[in-house]
């Protein structure tokens, strides 16, 4: 029986298929799931705030924030930024620099495995594995399993075919997670370290292993941008990223560094900041005036503001833990911010994007660092001299 499953897994997928067709297909459905009417989003909606604890207003964001970055023109793009040429996923396709034809193909199975803690991974996670054209298998958390088999349904309603090569696993069948991932060429991991490590032992040497494991994201505001202009506004998107997904996820600041001689002092700032909190719910909100460790705990609604006169003792503190480091929502004047922008790249910092779209990263954003399609896919090169 074992041999059985395992032959099916491995011989469903979409070669056969045109990726623009497959591109059209979940462009199609993303205006769909836009429409706040769409039965499914409804469906999603009740889910997310009866079983994820989100309230309706983040629900409807979170989805807002996902399908505007799952649209027919965002995928290409993605595509072209990863590939140049996205139809060397249909065959092979000639460099004109260098006369050599390439050919990129996914892997024939992919397994992946979700954490609870934020819903939208995993439904990105299945359409970069439908995009190269791979059998997806997932499981999701037993705490959490959000809205991915939602998802999958409307996928059904839509297109039965780019459906057909997607399933889900109960998630504490432990037995079909191991026999999906001996079946697999590609193993992608979201979850905390412990998670990670722990699945790395399941994996054959031969299989290719992806973990997006813990990281952290904090915000830096320069003090040219803490004017009283610019409070009210720079105040609100702030308290955007930290309000967004309950500071659940990596892309949610668990501090935010302030310096000191701007016309707004730090601490003023972070009151305006936890004014605007407090219309989203209740929020503990921590203030020192000195740069002190990168908080240990960065989650259960706490939000910590630190003021520095000297950005080096920033960098100072965030040096122990760079290899955590995931994303900075940093504000200030264009020179200073290019040059902070270079020192924290050199941290390991992977995302630098501006305050309140901390929670919105785009699609073709390099999630730790990584390319989206580009790792997951295999090259041959056909030489014709």
């Known amino acids: 029986m074992r041999m059985f499953v395992t032959r099916r897994i491995q011989t469903q997928g979409l070669a056969d298929r045109p990726v623009l067709s497959i591109v059209h297909a979940l462009g199609d459905l993303s205006k769909r799931w836009s429409n706040r009417n769409y039965s499914f989003r409804r469906k999603a909606i009740r889910r ?20 505007k970055e799952l649209t027919t023109l965002k995928l290409i793009g993605l595509l072209k930024a990863e590939f140049k040429d996205p139809l060397v996923l249909d065959g092979f396709r000639r460099d004109a620099k260098t006369s050599t034809w390439h050919r990129a193909q996914g892997p024939r199975v992919i397994t992946h495995i979700f954490s609870g803690n934020v819903p939208n991974p995993s439904i990105v996670s299945f359409v970069l594995g439908m995009l190269v054209k791979s059998k997806n298998v997932g499981k999701v958390s037993s705490k959490d399993k959000g ?70 994201s904090f915000g830096i505001c320069l003090k040219e941008t803490l004017t009283k202009r610019n409070l009210s506004k720079l105040a609100r998107n ?32 972070s009151q305006h900041v936890t004014k605007h909190l407090s219309r989203y719910g209740r929020w503990l909100t921590l203030y020192d005036d000195a740069v002190s460790d990168f908080p240990k705990i960065c989650e259960g ?38 040059g902070a922008a270079l020192r924290l790249a050199q941290l390991g910092i992977n995302r630098i994007c501006r305050a309140g779209q901390m929670q919105n990263p785009p699609i073709t954003w390099h999630h730790d ?17």
């Not at 697999?184 to 494991?213: A, H, Q, W």
């Open 48 to 67: 997310l705030v009866l079983q994820s604890g989100f309230t309706e207003d983040m629900s409807h964001k979170l989805l807002d924030s996902l399908f």
């Open 147 to 216: 809205f991915l088999d939602i998802y999958l349904d409307s996928l059904k309603m839509v297109d039965c075919g780019l459906a057909s090569g997607n399933s889900l696993l109960k998630a504490n069948n432990k037995k079909a997670l191991e026999r999906s991932i001996q079946a697999s060429d590609l193993v992608v991991v979201y979850g905390d370290d412990r998670t990670l490590s722990e699945v790395r032992k399941m994996i054959p040497s031969k299989t290719r292993f992806i973990g997006y494991g813990h990281r952290v």
């Open 238 to 269: 702030a308290a955007t990223d930290i309000w967004m997904m309950d500071q659940r996820g990596c892309l949610s600041p668990a501090v935010i560094y302030l310096e000191t001689g701007g016309e707004v002092s730090p601490l003023l700032f």
């Open 301 to 338: 609604k706490v939000i910590h503001f630190q003021a520095f006169n000297d950005i080096e003792k920033v960098y100072k503190k965030l040096k122990p833990i760079r290899l955590s480091l995931q994303s900075v929502a940093l504000e200030g004047n264009s020179v200073r911010r290019q």
């Open 369 to 385: 660092g990584m390319p989206n399609l580009a790792s997951w896919v295999r090259w041959t090169d056909l030489e014709t001299r």
